[in-house]
């Protein structure tokens, strides 16, 4: 009878250990479930208004199409998950936005319960409210890596404030794979960890997922681009910040590589510039009170989250332009750092304290809803607009084996053309000549692209064909129209050219 009074002590026991090693994720799901769904319905009215396709996004696309120029500089993560939703959904660009939509809603699970393990029940569901933001679901109907990266990220946060290292670490690699920032939380769980529990083991088994993720992401990139490199933008450290073409007509972008000397006299000019950007940009995607809260709570209370301002100091650094989307990372460590701020006060003002901000969350929220509808990428004016309806104008009249040479594949995409070539910084000989060992069958010229990125090319808008002989014959031109910034499509008679005669 003993023994079996033991026995089922033993089993209670272990029941109960179970329920505490898992219970992290019971916190409230019946109340933070609605919060997610309604920012999933949201999210999916807004990417029914959406009709466009992000430059970006035609590359992560496409990225498995199996040429190389439909990689561009991106990871394989995004495009894994893109890939795996074109299995159940025949739309690729459906299946691109769902992507980001759906885990968009669902990382408020994880960041609810990381809310909920660091303050009270009440302070983690008002932030996880607080996390619904306008700019956030924009980027959640649009065709970024931003979101999916940061799925990942939050879970791998809360996992790590739960003192589970290897998950914490497999998830931030994960998100590695998406963004290569991911890299720096996965190697700073680690080196924490360390520091604090000083065990050797589970830091060799954190370092063994790290280096096997590494391992993955290096062996893709030169599988894919015949380069050993553990980042997909490792040698793109170029420091440009063009805001307006019409300013920049006189740039002359050169194929020679920058020495060491230039490139450390460019980063220390546009560093700078580039940060103060960037800050500009966390402050509108988080509003400014969110921004200065979350700030001094998190001075109050420095912890794992500072691996964002790690990551903050290294984003000015990568080779893209400074966009709004790069201040997303930010808004949820600086809700994070608004919860130490109310936690800070004391009961007796806590329910006046946290109507106060609920308040300033409310007034946030409507400050932002201008950035839904997303103007840029719905009005005729917009830089890429010309691009879309141009192609879709051509698709059909444009063979789907054509092998189209432009500086992005935007036209590419939307006419449907399955080949696509960069065009080289060169001259006009140059580029035909490319165009003939590439095998290239049309010739695309965006006035905008062409006037700041190729100025070499400058003649081949404004210049009728016959200045180049037999070799080009005009296919598209609206140049003339004015109804933006103007398209000429050459198409490349490849059986006149003289090859190196040129």
Not at 153 to 175: H, I
Not at 407 to 433: D, L, M, Q
Not at 476 to 485: A, H, I, L, M, P
């Amino acid at each position: 009878m003993l023994t079996k009074e033991k026995s089922i002590a033993k089993e209670k026991q272990s029941k109960s250990k179970l329920f505490k090693r898992f219970g992290m994720l019971h916190r409230s799901p019946h109340l933070v479930i609605p919060i997610i769904l309604v920012n999933f319905i949201i999210s999916l009215y807004f990417l029914n208004q959406q009709s466009m396709v992000t430059f970006d996004g035609t590359y992560y696309i496409r990225y498995f199409n199996g040429d190389y120029p439909w990689m561009g500089p991106f990871p394989f993560g995004y495009p894994l998950f893109i890939s795996f939703f074109k299995l159940f959904i025949s739309d690729e660009v459906m299946a691109a936005r769902l992507v980001t939509a759906m885990l968009g809603s669902a990382l408020l699970y994880p960041l609810s319960q990381v809310f909920m393990r660091l303050f009270s029940e009440k302070i983690g569901l008002l932030l996880a409210i607080a996390a619904i933001n306008p700019v956030v679901i924009r980027y959640s109907t649009l065709t970024f890596s931003d979101l999916p990266y940061l799925f990942f990220l939050m879970f791998s946060m809360w996992m790590f404030l739960e003192k589970k290292l290897l998950p914490a670490v497999m998830l931030a690699s994960v998100s590695y794979l998406i963004r290569p920032e991911g890299l720096i939380f996965a190697a700073g769980y680690t080196i924490i960890f360390f520091i604090k529990e000083r065990d050797w083991r589970v830091m060799l088994y954190a370092c063994s997922i790290i280096l096997s993720l590494m391992l993955v992401f290096a062996v893709e990139n030169y599988s894919r681009k015949g380069v050993w490199s553990i980042s997909s933008k490792a040698s793109n450290i170029k420091l440009y910040d063009i805001k307006d073409w019409r300013k920049s007509e006189e740039l002359k972008f050169s194929d020679r590589e920058p020495t060491k000397t230039e490139i450390a006299q460019n980063v220390l000019k546009q560093y700078p510039k580039r940060l103060m950007v960037l800050l500009n940009h966390i402050k509108t995607s988080s509003t400014w009170p969110i921004a200065i809260i979350g700030l001094i709570g998190l001075i109050w209370r420095p912890n794992v989250f500072w691996l964002f301002f790690v990551q903050l100091l290294m984003t000015p650094l990568s080779g893209a332009n400074m966009s709004l989307r790069y201040g997303l990372p930010y808004f949820y460590p600086l809700l994070v750092g608004c919860g130490f701020f109310l936690k800070s006060f004391n009961k007796h003002i806590d329910m006046k304290l946290t109507t106060a901000f609920a308040a300033v969350v409310g007034v946030a929220f409507l400050f932002n809803l201008k950035y839904l509808r997303q103007p840029e990428l719905t009005t005729p004016d917009n830089k890429f607009f010309e691009l879309k309806e141009v192609g879709l104008h051509l698709k059909g009249k444009i063979p789907e084996d054509a092998v189209i040479m432009d500086r992005k594949p935007y036209f590419a995409f939307y006419s449907k053309g399955s080949k696509y070539v960069s065009i080289p910084t060169a001259s006009i000989n140059e580029v035909i000549k490319t165009s003939l060992s590439d095998n290239v069958d049309y010739l695309v010229l965006s006035e905008r692209i062409v006037k700041i990125f190729r100025p070499k090319l400058i003649p081949l808008l404004n210049i009728r064909e016959q200045n180049f002989g037999p070799y080009l014959t005009t296919f598209y031109d609206d140049t003339k129209q004015r109804k933006g910034y103007g398209i000429r499509i050459y198409k490349i008679n490849k059986d006149k050219l003289p090859g190196s005669s040129l």
